[in-house]
């Protein structure tokens, strides 16, 4: 946790050092009343001050109150400023970092726990910093202030400050160390509570159409009950503090009392240093419950950092290099003996991959369900690393390429259409802020989405969340015309028109095939109609080449292929 502070908080050095430096002043404010009203009472009031004593050190202590009220603003002031800017710096790197990632990165901590490091965890540490100006020094200070003024005044009875003191140090190390594996596991809740209710939100029509919602909120009662009884038992534990803390102390005021009205008859100490003594153990008291909620506060910012550090000190397992794709040659893909699974100890989902795809030609992946299609996509946009083998981009392998420059020459349409909130000009120009209105236009013409475009009153028609106000076909279209504005020399087509109807993917193929025949074009998709004009076709079968070649020689020559046709009813003779 301090490392974080250190690091993302270090632009505010100043603010850091005066804010518990006004708070100290503070706290000395409050050490000095008790002296001043041990003078009232032994001189004003017992003494000969009189009245005008009195009010002189009245007026004394509200000059104390109100330069006291002052400097603890002033320290609230700098506090908060350096916990907002904290949260906002370690935020964004946060942002970048998750951002970096790879797929096997976000796959490995889950983008439910990614949301949690974002949100919860990270006003955890805010939390914890502000507190740690405003009070982590301030609490000590007031206690041993305390102490060494009370064996100033009654050294015969500070064995009872010391004593005292001691028994509260335990009674807090117990319950801050006790409450520690309480706060991680309602941490890990949390997380799996945030995943339950991503999952209702984005697929609530799923879930109704289902008939599931009393399932899926048996789900979430779960894991709230289990939040709520670990939360119950924290409280239990942390609740036993207090009562605790005070039970020492009203019996270190029981002790005073009894013991100073004694040293107070034989005349050693006097009824204002009674008096003081009690405020001096009610100050301690204080400081001691605050130490207990830091405790509780720092052991919750601790667990949370600990996640924070484990994301940010993770680093992309992709290999990327700074070299540039060069424009002036002609694109080609190259797969050579390419293995790759997604974990380590899992089967292989690609399996000895050799493969050269070319610009200007059409190519088509075809497979059933889990033959490894999109993985391939996903390694051609080096979203994964490949485990062996090489992949070649222009003749030089894919790691040489930077992350960003590679994905700029390559448009992909992914399995799920995902469009943002806003118009559907931003979302068209979304790979592409410099797309003109000509090539938008021709876009739209070539996905096919005229129509959409004006059922929403042009370009400038809202979208909602995830596209909800359109069909499934009308998402796919616009992500389509999406890719196409990007203009880049790769379009990839992974399973993009699985909701149009045969004839909008037949027009929207020719449309392609008319307007982009220069382009490096990848159908994927597990309908034949979709691919079968394509310049090559290939067949994967449980992550491995089946066939390659156009529909006529894979009808003739490749299994595979031949049994895919039948179960579609296309004709292989």
Same mark, same amino acid.
């Given at each position: 946790?301090?490392?974080?502070?250190?690091?993302?908080?270090? &632009?505010?050095? $100043?603010?850091?050092?005066?804010?518990?430096?006004?708070?100290? +002043?503070?706290?000395?404010?409050?050490?000095?009343?008790?002296?001043?009203?041990?003078?009232? #009472?032994?001189?004003?009031?017992?003494?000969?001050?009189?009245?005008?004593?009195?009010?002189?050190?009245?007026? #004394?202590?509200?000059?104390?109150?109100?330069?006291?009220?002052?400097?603890?603003?002033?320290?609230?002031?700098?506090?908060?400023?350096?916990?907002?800017?904290?949260?906002?710096?370690?935020?964004?790197?946060?942002?970048?970092?998750?951002?970096?990632?790879?797929?096997?990165?976000?796959?490995?901590?889950?983008?439910?726990?990614?949301?949690?490091?974002?949100?919860?965890?990270?006003?955890?540490?805010?939390?914890?910093?502000?507190?740690?100006?405003?009070?982590?020094?301030?609490?000590?200070?007031?206690?041993?202030?305390?102490?060494?003024?009370?064996?100033?005044?009654?050294?015969?009875?500070?064995?009872?400050?010391?004593?005292?003191?001691?028994?509260?140090?335990?009674?807090?190390?117990?319950?801050?160390?006790?409450?520690?594996?309480?706060?991680?596991?309602?941490?890990?809740?949390?997380?799996?509570?945030?995943? #339950?209710?991503?999952?209702?939100?984005?697929?609530?029509?799923?879930?109704?159409?289902?008939?599931?919602?009393?399932?899926?909120?048996?789900?979430?009662?779960?894991?709230?009950?289990?939040?709520?009884?670990?939360?119950?038992?924290?409280?239990?534990?942390?609740?036993?503090?207090?009562?605790?803390? $005070?039970? @020492?102390?009203?019996?270190?005021?029981?002790?005073?009392?009894?013991?100073?009205?004694?040293?107070?008859?034989?005349?050693?100490?006097?009824?204002? &240093?009674?008096?003081?003594?009690?405020?001096?153990?009610?100050?301690?008291?204080?400081?001691?419950?605050?130490?207990?909620?830091?405790?509780? #506060?720092?052991?919750?910012?601790?667990?949370?950092?600990?996640?924070?550090?484990? @994301?940010?000190?993770?680093?992309?397992?992709?290999?990327?290099?700074?070299?540039?794709?060069?424009?002036?040659?002609?694109?080609?893909?190259?797969?050579?003996?390419?293995? +790759?699974?997604?974990?380590?100890?899992?089967?292989?989902?690609?399996?000895?991959?050799?493969?050269?795809?070319?610009?200007?030609?059409?190519?088509?992946?075809?497979?059933?369900?889990?033959?490894?299609?999109?993985?391939?996509?996903? $390694?051609?946009?080096?979203?994964?690393?490949?485990?062996?083998?090489?992949?070649?981009?222009?003749?030089?392998?894919?790691?040489?390429?930077?992350?960003?420059?590679?994905?700029?020459?390559?448009?992909?349409?992914?399995?799920?259409?995902?469009? +943002?909130?806003?118009?559907?000009?931003?979302?068209?120009?979304?790979?592409?802020?410099?797309?003109?209105?000509?090539?938008?236009?021709?876009?739209?013409?070539?996905?096919?989405?005229?129509?959409?475009?004006?059922?929403?009153?042009?370009?400038?028609?809202?979208?909602?969340?995830?596209?909800?106000?359109?069909?499934?076909?009308?998402?796919?279209?616009?992500?389509?015309?999406?890719?196409?504005?990007?203009?880049?020399?790769?379009?990839?087509? &992974?399973?993009?028109?699985?909701?149009?109807?045969?004839?909008?993917?037949?027009?929207?193929?020719?449309?392609?095939?008319?307007?982009?025949?220069?382009?490096?074009?990848?159908?994927?998709?597990?309908?034949?109609?979709?691919?079968?004009?394509?310049?090559?076709?290939?067949?994967?079968?449980?992550?491995?080449?089946?066939?390659?070649?156009?529909?006529?020689?894979?009808?003739?020559?490749?299994?595979?292929?031949? &049994?895919?046709?039948?179960?579609?009813?296309?004709?292989?003779?």
């Amino acid at each position: 946790m301090f490392k974080l502070f250190a690091k993302y908080a270090k &632009d505010y050095k $100043l603010e850091i050092v005066l804010a518990p430096i006004f708070k100290i +002043f503070e706290a000395v404010f409050g050490l000095i009343t008790p002296l001043i009203v041990k003078n009232i #009472i032994d001189k004003g009031i017992n003494g000969d001050g009189g009245v005008n004593y009195v009010l002189i050190q009245g007026l #004394i202590l509200l000059i104390l109150a109100i330069v006291g009220f002052l400097m603890t603003m002033v320290c609230q002031y700098f506090s908060i400023k350096v916990a907002t800017n904290y949260a906002y710096i370690l935020r964004n790197e946060l942002y970048k970092k998750i951002n970096s990632f790879s797929y096997r990165e976000i796959d490995k901590f889950t983008p439910s726990k990614l949301e949690t490091n974002l949100s919860n965890d990270l006003i955890a540490t805010q939390n914890a910093l502000m507190m740690m100006l405003r009070l982590a020094i301030r609490a000590p200070f007031i206690v041993i202030g305390a102490l060494i003024l009370s064996i100033f005044i009654a050294p015969s009875m500070a064995w009872i400050f010391l004593v005292g003191g001691v028994l509260l140090g335990l009674i807090i190390f117990i319950i801050g160390f006790v409450s520690i594996p309480y706060n991680l596991k309602v941490q890990s809740n949390v997380d799996e509570l945030t995943k #339950i209710s991503d999952d209702n939100l984005t697929g609530a029509r799923i879930v109704r159409a289902f008939n599931k919602s009393n399932y899926e909120k048996e789900r979430y009662f779960v894991t709230s009950d289990t939040i709520q009884k670990i939360s119950e038992r924290l409280a239990k534990i942390s609740s036993l503090s207090n009562p605790l803390n $005070l039970l @020492v102390i009203n019996t270190c005021i029981v002790l005073i009392l009894y013991l100073g009205s004694i040293n107070v008859d034989s005349g050693s100490l006097t009824q204002g &240093d009674i008096v003081s003594l009690v405020n001096y153990m009610s100050q301690i008291s204080a400081a001691i419950v605050v130490v207990a909620n830091l405790i509780v #506060i720092f052991s919750k910012g601790s667990s949370c950092a600990k996640r924070i550090n484990k @994301v940010l000190s993770s680093s992309s397992s992709l290999v990327v290099g700074n070299k540039e794709v060069e424009l002036d040659k002609k694109i080609s893909i190259e797969f050579k003996n390419v293995n +790759f699974a997604y974990n380590k100890n899992s089967k292989l989902s690609l399996e000895n991959i050799n493969l050269i795809l070319q610009e200007g030609k059409t190519y088509g992946i075809i497979g059933g369900t889990g033959a490894g299609k999109t993985t391939l996509i996903n $390694l051609i946009n080096h979203f994964y690393d490949v485990d062996s083998g090489q992949i070649y981009f222009q003749g030089k392998n894919i790691q040489e390429y930077s992350f960003e420059n590679l994905n700029k020459n390559i448009s992909l349409v992914s399995q799920n259409p995902v469009l +943002f909130t806003g118009t559907i000009m931003s979302n068209l120009k979304f790979g592409n802020q410099n797309a003109n209105l000509d090539l938008i236009e021709k876009s739209i013409k070539i996905a096919q989405c005229e129509d959409v475009v004006d059922s929403k009153g042009g370009l400038e028609g809202l979208i909602n969340q995830e596209g909800k106000n359109l069909s499934g076909g009308q998402r796919q279209r616009l992500t389509i015309a999406r890719a196409l504005c990007k203009d880049a020399r790769v379009v990839i087509l &992974d399973d993009a028109s699985s909701a149009l109807d045969f004839k909008t993917d037949f027009n929207l193929r020719k449309a392609i095939k008319d307007n982009l025949s220069d382009r490096l074009i990848i159908y994927v998709s597990q309908r034949v109609s979709s691919i079968k004009d394509c310049d090559e076709i290939i067949v994967l079968e449980k992550g491995k080449i089946a066939g390659i070649g156009n529909h006529q020689t894979l009808v003739k020559d490749c299994l595979a292929y031949q &049994d895919i046709c039948l179960s579609q009813n296309v004709e292989v003779n």
